[in-house]
């Protein structure tokens, strides 16, 4: 759906991580890739709730809702470290550690705690382009050029780090996600490769 010059992007879905909703107030988006911040490696289950639930969860819920829930030190005990690498300067890597326990209390009468924290990057340099070279008619260059294309290289990266931690002790739990993804945009003219940060 396109009108009026704006995109309709993931603005009827509501998208949750834990519980929490992680669309965008300003404009009810809801990233469901690397911006989301999370690796499929932290994710337990995925819960999906079809048709409107505006009535119990507001009105981005409008064809739906996706509940990410992750793993918990529990589920996650110990450390991992996974590494993968692939073709066009493309490397991941993710760092993780889980712990568990009781404290407090008699047997059986102490309160649960769990721990998960998670660091990690990727990266890609993308492939080479070579674009056709087109005269648009107006500057596009740095140099005053109204000659657009030809060769590129680099302008096709991505980047996207992310931290995660999830604390819970009893009834009360601690949620925080850092993070970005930065985009090269291969066809941006001027010469130079572009990025967006989400």
Do not use: C
Request: proline share 5%; aromatic share 10%; charged share 20%.
């Amino acid at each position: 759906e396109v009108s009026a010059g704006k995109t309709d992007a993931n603005r009827r879905i509501l998208v949750m991580l834990n519980g929490h909703g992680v669309n965008e107030p300003w404009s009810s988006f809801a990233g469901i890739g690397r911006e989301m911040l999370v690796p499929l490696d932290l994710v337990e289950r995925i819960e999906i709730v079809y048709g409107p639930s505006s009535l119990l969860y507001g009105g981005y819920s409008l064809y739906g809702i996706v509940n990410l829930v992750t793993r918990t030190g529990g589920t996650l005990a110990g450390k991992r470290v996974r590494l993968t690498a692939g073709t066009q300067r493309t490397g991941e890597a993710i760092a993780s550690y889980g712990r568990s326990g009781v404290t407090g209390g008699d047997e059986g009468g102490g309160t649960e705690w769990s721990l998960l924290a998670a660091a990690g990057m990727y990266s890609t340099e993308g492939e080479d382009l070579h674009l056709e070279r087109v005269d648009v008619g107006y500057p596009v260059a740095l140099d005053g050029s109204t000659v657009w294309g030809g060769p590129q290289s680099g302008t096709d990266y991505a980047r996207a780090p992310f931290g995660f931690v999830h604390a819970r002790r009893g009834d009360l739990s601690l949620m925080g996600r850092w993070g970005y993804r930065r985009r090269g945009a291969p066809f941006a003219p001027y010469g130079g490769p572009a990025w967006t940060v989400f």
